[in-house]
């Protein structure tokens, strides 16, 4: 159709024929406001978890570096302590549905969205948290969507059916991939896509440099050591009472609290006696301020201590970011922390436990299996040999660092093709 028009001005052109020229024009002209299309994005699942809400800026960089045309409505669980401030700050042009009200009806800002959007997409996270609202999607539009980046440990026979429908699913570590292509559906697309999180690009330099002036830390001489429960307190932080199964796993963790504190501990004690450089302890949820606190801080030996800065505070991804892009490294149990320190070009050591999602295995997907263990099955000296490999070869380690987050962009590139096409 475009090279007819285009034969047609060349035509009317030879021939002087300006008046013909100008409606072909104003028709061309248009056409770039035929193809602008919206997204309905599901995210923001809580923000306990800064890597929670880290998937959601994440999303928005890759819409902005790959679909800057594209305006994309967030549809949230929940966005408080300061996190729908940070977002309009970071992604102005962002529109967030207010009324949230799904159960029992949907809102008429719901309404407009399902109406105006042209696609839905499901944002990263530890399953498909968001399946009844894509499901709704579905039953009412029949328009495109698809999940980027979840893992997958049990998929129901509702779920497989929906999809079946998807045009896309992407999962984030290749044992979620593979069990989701043994159950051969018929979604078109079923490939691998990094958590939206590596993409997560937002930074506060002056708190960090505030905070490091405050705690008395210099750039680049420093680690960042997260520590975790077996399993997260959910329904403690979210004021619930908890069921059977809560229950169940606050004994687990009660189990294994101390032994893996205890590894961490080790490796603490062990980079403090050979670098003689210091230890931030971090939260990446919430109760991780008093959790670091009780079993990392407090029982290391005094001489260590002095080495040693407790963070008492909770923050948001823009500061954490921006502090651990001044250390030098970062160990953690949790997943998203060393995501982030990646995305700035900082080297992480993922301490995996069992009891957390497939997620781990991002580490190999992404060529950093060096820098994974399983605590369970590795004693506290490799983790430290591994992180002093680190600091005694810095240059080597930057450079895996860099290798890997080319290997990410261009895996990120292509996922973006995909959901372009589905938007065509």
């Not at 619930?240 to 490796?267: M, Y």
Request: contains cysteine.
């Amino acid at each position: 159709m475009i090279p007819q028009r285009r034969n047609f001005i060349k035509q009317a052109t030879a021939i002087t024929a300006l008046a013909f020229l100008a409606p072909v024009m104003e028709v061309l002209s248009a056409e770039p406001a035929r193809k602008k299309h919206k997204v309905l994005l599901r995210s923001a699942w809580q923000t306990i978890n800064i890597g929670d809400i880290g998937h959601t800026f994440g999303v928005l960089k890759l819409f902005e570096r790959y679909l800057p045309q594209v305006e994309v409505i967030l549809w949230p669980n929940t966005l408080d302590r300061g996190v729908d401030v940070l977002l309009q700050e970071s992604f102005p042009k962002l529109t967030i549905i207010k009324d949230l009200k799904f159960r029992g009806g949907m809102s008429e800002e719901l309404q407009n969205a399902f109406s105006e959007c042209t696609l839905m997409l499901h944002n990263s996270g530890p399953y498909v948290a968001g399946y009844a609202n894509l499901q709704a999607w579905w039953d009412q539009t029949k328009k495109p969507f698809g999940v980027y980046g979840v893992s997958l440990d049990e998929v129901s026979t509702e779920l497989k059916e929906l999809i079946n429908h998807a045009s896309f699913f992407y999962c984030r570590d290749t044992e979620s991939l593979r069990y989701l292509k043994s159950m051969s559906l018929k979604c078109p697309v079923q490939e691998f896509a990094p958590d939206a999180t590596f993409a997560i690009d937002v930074q506060n330099d002056l708190k960090a440099d505030q905070y490091l002036h405050h705690t008395g830390m210099k750039k680049a001489e420093f680690i960042c050591v997260i520590p975790r429960l077996r399993y997260t307190p959910n329904w403690k932080l979210k004021g619930k009472v908890p069921t059977d199964e809560d229950k169940w796993r606050d004994e687990v963790s009660q189990l294994f609290k101390e032994k893996d504190a205890l590894k961490f501990r080790q490796v603490i004690i062990s980079w403090v006696k050979e670098t003689g450089l210091k230890v931030l302890l971090c939260p990446e949820v919430t109760y991780q301020v008093e959790f670091s606190k009780e079993t990392l801080f407090d029982p290391l030996p005094d001489e260590i201590k002095a080495n040693v800065v407790w963070r008492d505070s909770f923050w948001l991804p823009d500061e954490a970011a921006s502090v651990y892009a001044r250390s030098l490294a970062l160990v953690s149990a949790e997943p998203h922390s060393p995501i982030m320190a990646i995305a700035d070009g900082i080297p992480a050591i993922h301490v995996k436990q069992p009891s957390d999602t497939k997620k781990g295995q991002m580490w190999r997907d992404i060529g950093l299996q060096d820098w994974y263990f399983l605590i369970d099955e590795t004693p506290a000296a490799e983790i430290t040999a591994a992180l002093l490999e680190i600091y005694h070869h810095y240059p080597v380690a930057l450079a895996k660092v860099e290798k890997a987050k080319m290997f990410l962009e261009k895996v990120q590139q292509d996922n973006f093709k995909v959901i372009k096409r589905c938007l065509s």
